[in-house]
């Protein structure tokens, strides 16, 4: 078994692991979505722990990447709506 990812949370739209930072309002995700584009194996799980105190675990960086464009696609049609 992998160790996690290691990844920092700053303020509510700043993550960075491994080098890569993005900002967005779903910022965990999008840093799924930068790590699975820069090649990192899907499989590879992610962890947020600010002072060494776990609060955030991601199971599969692929699976969030996976999530995110169903949950985009269910906000669309739920926003086209009449």
Same mark, same amino acid.
């Given at each position: 078994? %992998?160790?996690?990812?290691?990844?920092e949370l700053a #303020?509510?739209?700043?993550?960075? @692991?491994?080098?890569?930072?993005?900002?967005?309002?779903?910022?965990?995700?999008? *840093?799924?979505? @930068?790590?699975?584009e820069y090649g =990192?194996? +899907?499989?590879?799980?992610?962890?947020?722990?600010?002072?060494?105190?776990?609060? *955030? %675990?991601?199971?599969s960086i692929g699976? @969030?990447?996976?999530?995110? #464009?169903?949950? @985009? *696609? =269910?906000?669309?049609?739920? #926003?086209?709506? +009449?």
């Amino acid at each position: 078994m %992998h160790k996690p990812i290691p990844a920092e949370l700053a #303020g509510s739209d700043v993550a960075s @692991a491994l080098g890569i930072t993005v900002i967005a309002t779903s910022f965990v995700i999008a *840093l799924c979505r @930068a790590l699975v584009e820069y090649g =990192y194996d +899907p499989a590879l799980s992610l962890a947020a722990c600010p002072d060494g105190m776990p609060c *955030l %675990h991601v199971r599969s960086i692929g699976e @969030a990447v996976n999530w995110f #464009g169903r949950a @985009a *696609l =269910y906000e669309l049609q739920i #926003g086209s709506q +009449p």
